[in-house]
């Protein structure tokens, strides 16, 4: 796989990998920094779809229609892996135990989804940001990250969309959860 890595894209803060329309021509591979993925809305207000950390995989969305559902953009200094989605797919083609770990990676990908669906509509505005938290932290610790201290570098407006909640609500959240000692 290291060698259908043929270069990196560096980003700063705010720089798009990709765009909503654009055709696809590669997934990524997030090197360093995180980046987050959203939509527009038809009355232009941005939806957060989710929230990307070193080691994770964007650009599949773009695979069922062949160009991008989402704008990805970088929430700090980051570095992204450009693997050509063809050249992806023929030696996937060549080698099953490849094909069969990006597989694991979409299904992974597609159950993470499932979960914040379900947690939009079960979940009171505290036990979502709660419940954000603890994967944040769980998905650092995996990638060898301290997972009880870490700066959040998108903005509480940021999260709210992702939670489907107001940020003067996240703000809240966070301060009672400073004042009871759990962050």
């Known amino acids: 796989v290291d060698s259908l890595v043929d270069k990196r894209i560096h980003l700063k803060k705010g720089d798009s990998l990709y765009r909503h329309g654009d055709p696809l021509s590669a997934v990524y591979s997030l090197r360093f920094g995180s980046l987050k993925t959203e939509h527009t809305l038809p009355d232009g207000r941005l939806q957060i779809i989710g929230f990307h950390l070193p080691g994770e995989m964007l650009g599949l969305d773009g695979i069922g229609d062949s160009q991008y559902q989402l704008n990805a953009i970088a929430l700090e200094e980051s570095e992204a892996c450009v693997i050509d989605f063809h050249d992806l797919e023929g030696l996937a083609q ?54 009880n201290e870490f700066t959040l570098r998108m903005s509480r407006e940021e999260i709210g969309s992702y939670l489907g909640i107001k940020f003067e609500t996240v703000s809240r959240m966070f301060s009672r959860f400073a004042e009871s000692g759990l962050i």
């Open 94 to 147: 060549q080698i099953p135990n490849l094909q069969q770990q990006f597989h694991r990676i979409m299904s992974r990908e597609l159950t993470q989804d499932q979960r914040h669906l379900l947690s939009l509509g079960s979940l009171r505005a505290e036990e979502r940001l709660a419940g954000f938290l603890i994967n944040f932290s769980a998905r650092l610790e995996a990638r060898g990250y301290l997972n």
